[in-house]
């Protein structure tokens, strides 16, 4: 039975890649960057572009309309929500700014989050506070690296906050953070939940009622396998229901009833604006329904094993030092490596058809303070990659350090 099972694996391994041209051309380990997508999702484009080329942008776009409603009932599904949930927008930072501005935050109110939320949310809190007043409260991590629930519970109870807004997995570290537990506080406080899924959708199974969260913001380009240049928000029902829409709503979210009146559409497209690309939604679509037939289980496990063994693989380098703490992994593994700026390795390991990232101290800087880490090398494997892959990045990474280090800038 288990050779049975290996060879099937085997089979769908061949075959994902076989759907992915680029994996014939580089070793892709760069999936919380942007993945490759599978042919479907350029040929969903490419179409969609051809006809929007015969008939007109607007005409195109009515003449699918029942295949854009297609599209938002696949993309409920990655989430376990209905498309009346679910808004597209230009990219997951805008989708979380057009959530938290639903909210009419002042110097009375405070949000509370994390240690690890990602450098743009963080930057949207500073802002927040600078010009409104709102205070920023960060809950402590836990001794194994991640926010406390327990320290969130106490802060709650004693703080009482406007918002509780958390990046689910950091832009710099394999952390996923405890989500479904901070969920489970807001829903027993009524506190409102914001999450950050732009690096957990795609990779891992997402229930947006067992995580409890009111908003949860998600991107195409990363795990999904989506184009770039497309995010995309869940709203929950009892948002909806009550009222919430974005500080600057657009025609395409608000009908202009009476000269100082509006009315809001009913579903989550209130929090999206009148233009975005249609071509690229399509390829999200397409993108969002092949995702499901891999089937978001299988996703998780292939691509935490493979992160597993990169993390061991660079263990026993010498100078390199693996960065993910917490108690639960994800696709993610980063290691500072001593002497080197991560930049330059990773344009060393890119001239060699090995693609990886590089976050610096900017994009994390508390978690990367605490780690001593001033850059990391981020390698973020998916499902269709292969251990000979890592084991390939790998020997050529050590072929790099054996080279000596760059000059810096």
Known sequence: ?????????????????????????????????????????????????DLESDVGGYEAAEMRSAEVREVYAALGMLLGARGENVGLMQNSTVAFAQAISAFDLGPKDSILTSQDDYASNQIMYLSLAQKR??????????????????????????????????????????????????????QASEVPYLLDACQAVGQMPIDVT????????GTARKFVRGPRGLG???????????????LLIDMHGATWTERDRFELTPDARRFETWEFAYALMFGLGAAARYALDVGLETARDRSWDLATYVRERLAGLSGVRVL????????????????????????????RGINTSSPEREDAVIDMDAKHATSALRISPHYYNTREEID??????????AEGPSVLA
């Open 232 to 246: 995309f928000l869940y709203v929950s029902d009892r948002m909806l229901e009550g009222g919430a829409y974005p």
């Open 133 to 186: 007043g709102v205070r920023v409260v960060r809950a402590p991590d836990a001794p194994e690296g991640g926010i406390d629930p327990e320290e969130v519970r106490r802060l709650v109870a004693r703080q009482r906050p406007t918002l509780i807004a958390l990046t689910w997995i950091p832009t710099n570290s394999g952390l996923v953070q405890p989500a479904e537990l901070i969920g489970e506080i807001c």
């Open 1 to 49: 039975m288990a050779g049975t099972v290996a060879r099937d694996l085997d089979r769908d391994i061949l075959g994902w890649r076989q759907d992915t041209p680029g994996c014939s051309r580089v070793t892709h380990l760069n999936n919380a960057g942007a993945a490759l997508s599978p042919g479907v999702v350029r040929k969903a484009i490419n179409e969609h572009l």
């Open 324 to 351: 993910d703490r917490g108690t639960k992994l994800c696709a993610i593994a980063t290691a500072a490596i001593e002497g080197w700026h991560s930049r330059d390795v990773k344009l060393a390991l890119r001239r």
């Open 210 to 217: 067992r995580l409890g969260c009111d908003f949860l913001s």
């Open 392 to 401: 390939t990045a790998v020997e050529a990474l050590s072929e790099v350090l």
